[in-house]
């Protein structure tokens, strides 16, 4: 039986307000205060598998992942959903018309106009890779044309007009492209003005991980080393305005971690202004060395030159971190650590070190773990965060966040 909630709670959980409307850009969505340390009740449950994105199209959340069957909050009825299903936000009951039947994991998602959203993995139905669903009924949006081949997608990022698309892909729709393509957002029509290619990977394949976006910068990470020729090891930051690679390189990432780890860069997000944005890791434990292996860094936006250092660093301790969301108030971090502040761990607890089991929050100055730590059983991680201006939306493979049951997907609502 989940706990009841008081009254100031259930308000704020239950206030439908979208995370951004659909084609702004997605930096961080500003929060006053860092949320509260109890989720609300009202959120379904993913039955197996994974939640690796969740979007806001309105009021409806949209997730996606790698499962089979979801639940309502409170109910034993066993809903079918592959890979992809939607709920409303103010209610948390399941959307019963919207079904489709994605032939494989969706990695990624992107609100669209018109009660769509943008969904991207390693599916070839309805699409190859990418497609656009509509909420109505879940049926793939004809006039968007855009399938991958030679590769899957792992995220997206929609700005106005704009679709960003970041993957492992080789082709989209006719165009060769290399790992990133920005295209039409309505029709799926690759940009040919946009000609930024990834290069020279650590590991076998050019990959774009993840990626987010201010008005004018778009932040990718992933197996690369360099971004049209110059040298950017797994993180690069482009200038949208001149269209072009910024002058912004970091070589922090350029160390090697666990040979396991040939790339270890996962997640990424800036703060709501857009002046800093903050990069979390996998890699293994590396006391006293200086790399940045299991760690969270705050790097400023618009710092200059051949060699960006981070402003700050949070390290783990040899546990991997897949997600960040930067709200103002907080930086979340998400993955399967066991601690933070913890620069001299080696698989361990070094001096200094705070538990924060499977999620945890950073101040956005000083860098150092925040008091906030409701915990979440460990698992695999956190694979997705999105903020709104009610909350913290978290998708992961376990069933206990906050001390209660919330399989897979939860809120944690502003106090």
Known sequence: MLARHSTALLLAALAVVPALPAGTAQAGVRQPAVVSQKPVANTPHVLDGIVNAIALVGGTVVVGG?????SDAGSKARLSRKNLFAYDLRTGRVLRGFAPEMSGPVYALAAGDDATVYAGGSFDFPASALARISLADGSAVASFDAPAYGGGVSTLVR????????????MIGGTPRTALARLDAATGAVDPTFTIEPGNPRGATVKVYAMAATSDRLAIDGSFTTVNGLRRPQVALIDLARGRVADWRTEAYAPSCMAVFPWYVRGLDFSPDGKFLVVVTTGGPAPDTGKLCDSAARFET????????????????????YSVAVTGAAVYVGGHQRWLDNPKGADSAGSGAVQRPGIGAIHPTTGKALAWNPTRTRGIGVKA???TKSGLLVGSDTTKLGHEYHARVGMFPMP
């Open 302 to 321: 618009y710092a200059k030159g051949n060699d960006v250092r981070p402003t700050w660093v949070n390290l783990t301790g040899g546990d991997s971190l």
């Open 66 to 70: 790698d499962f089979s069957a979801v």
């Open 159 to 170: 700005q106005g007009g704009r679709l960003y698309v970041g993957g492992d892909f080789a």
């Open 385 to 387: 965060f999105l903020t």
